[in-house]
């Protein structure tokens, strides 16, 4: 008998492998660096490894430069990325006119850590490309928006959003 987490791992994997059958663009995952989207890359590799998944997959990292951790999430995404062969796209967020991580601008909101990463994504993803984002419970806010389609960012269409 499978274990708990291969059952929810194998859950998941079906899931995603239902959202995207669709896609027939590109797919960016947005990858912070932490737990939940590097599962969600992973996941959606072991499709690519599998034969699952045919289309164009990279990752992209916001660095908002604004954690004192910023850098080791970098080098844990870059390292993630080339241990299962993915293109990696970094973009520093520009928050209130300077980098994030200057400490010029003192405490800076989620709001606008938010609006600067959806912004950025805007600005990097290619038409019709399907951008995947991992959230966890605690991310309250944001996942009412994407479940409500209220988005905060607007990405011309065709590209899709698929809630897993």
Known sequence: MA??????????RSRLSEALAAQDGSIAVGLSGGLDSSLLLTLVCEL????????????????????????????H????????????????????????????????????????????????????ECLLLGHHLDDQLETSLLRLNLSLIHISEPTRQAEI
Request: with cysteine; aromatic share 4%; glycine share 10%.
């Open 77 to 128: 995404c870059e390292a993630l990325c080339r241990r299962l062969g993915i293109d990696l796209v970094v973009r520093l967020a520009q928050l209130g006119g300077t980098a994030a991580g200057d400490g010029a601008g003192g405490k800076i909101s989620e709001q606008a850590a938010r609006t600067a990463r959806y912004s950025l994504f805007e600005q990097v993803l290619a038409p019709n």
């Open 3 to 12: 274990s708990a987490p291969s059952e929810i791992r194998l859950r998941l």
């Open 48 to 75: 690519r490894d599998r034969g699952e998944l045919v289309q164009p997959l990279r990752a992209l990292h916001i660095d908002h430069g604004i954690h004192a951790d910023s850098d080791a999430w970098r080098a």
